[in-house]
């Protein structure tokens, strides 16, 4: 699991919470399900608006890249790549159709097998360069709609606080139903702008990060199955993809 994504969630709900008990408040001051209705109800109406019905199962489905650590350790992909360039150095490229089935990483599989299929190195790296571009455009597709959620969301809290405001003007008369009205109001303010702030906004980066890391490791497994096309040595191979780590991961391999 993913530590980070769920000690941060939990710990955002724990502050806003633990403040409100702090203060004096009751637990069920801040659960209202007319002000979450208002909130979620209206965000989620809008955000299918913005997008596609694949778009959001898309972006349902991506919460386990958020709070599923996938652990990937270039360095040890270098090891591999740098163990690949060896043998096809030593017996000619085609020897690696028999490792093919070890790789255990589909996107490395697959651009190795368009290697050993004796691809062109421009047509190999224009290849996997479109099917990338495609790639990141569909989750940063995904990662809008967390980011478009978190737009909406404090709006559709300030609306909610204006029906419960308009709630509580229809009713000065009977005071009974002035205290109801008002906690819609503001706790339909407080849905909205934590659910943004501590929710969708931060799923959007995480999520943004994680394509950042996963593309730079798809640029150095292109550059390692081109380097082992073209016979390159391989300690020099191991020292061109060195540079896609840091440098506490450098350090770490020596």
């Known amino acids: 699991m ?71 350790a270039p360095g040890s992909f270098i ?9 096809a150095r030593r017996n000619g490229l085609i020897v690696l159709e028999n490792e093919l089935s070890r790789i255990s990483n589909p996107y490395f599989g697959r651009v190795m097998m368009l290697a050993v299929d004796r691809m062109a ?4 790296r224009d290849t996997i360069a479109q099917e990338n571009i495609t790639y990141e455009e569909g989750k940063r597709r995904v990662a809008r709609v967390f980011d478009t959620a978190g737009g909406i969301a404090p709006t559709i809290g300030i609306l909610g606080a204006v029906l419960g405001l308009i709630q509580v ?26 659910s943004a702030n501590l929710i969708f906004l931060p799923m959007s980066r995480k999520l943004i990060n994680k394509l950042n890391y996963e593309l730079a490791f798809r640029e150095m497994i292109l550059e ?23 440098e506490r991961e450098r350090q770490s391999g020596k």
């Open 224 to 246: 390692g199955v081109v380097g082992i096309q073209s016979g390159m040595n391989p300690h020099y191979l191991r020292e061109r993809l060195n540079v896609f780590l840091e």
């Open 169 to 194: 003007m229809e009713h000065l008369s009977d005071p009974s139903k002035l205290g109801a009205g008002i906690a819609v109001a503001f706790v339909a303010t407080i849905y909205g702008v934590g």
């Open 121 to 124: 190195a421009k047509t190999l």
């Open 2 to 72: 993913d530590r980070t994504s769920i000690i941060g969630v939990l710990l955002g709900l724990f502050a806003i919470i633990g403040g409100n008990f702090i203060e004096g408040g009751k637990l069920n001051s801040i659960f209202q399900p007319t002000a979450a209705l208002i909130v979620f109800g209206g965000t989620f109406g809008a955000v299918l608006l913005s997008f596609s019905v694949r778009d959001i199962l898309n972006a349902f489905l991506s919460l386990k890249d958020i709070f599923v650590d996938k652990k990937t």
């Open 79 to 87: 090891d591999e790549i740098v163990r690949y360039a060896d043998l």
